[in-house]
């Protein structure tokens, strides 16, 4: 893994990174490289992993089932 400098804000990134992570400027592919699952879509220019989805994505589920236990133990 090799540093390199990102060509929007010069901040330095590896040259295995899909996006910046100073400024979220997308990083060119390799031909015959896909980016799934490693990115998922682009939301204002910046990307997200699929780590940090599925991540979020939990966190919210428990969040909400932790919500609704001390509800229901409120409610008792």
Sequence with gaps: MTLMSCPDCQGKLSDK?????????????????????GVIGGVAGTYISSQALIAMV???????????????????
Excluded: E
């Excluded at 990174?17 to 699952?37: D, E, I, L, N, Y």
């Excluded at 966190?59 to 008792?76: C, L, N, P, Q």
């Design 58 to 76: 939990l966190g919210s589920v428990m969040f909400i089932a932790f919500a609704a236990i001390m509800i229901a133990a409120i409610m008792r």
């Design 17 to 37: 990174a899909f996006a910046c992570p100073h400024c979220g400027f997308p990083m060119v592919q390799q031909k015959g490289r896909s980016a799934w699952p």
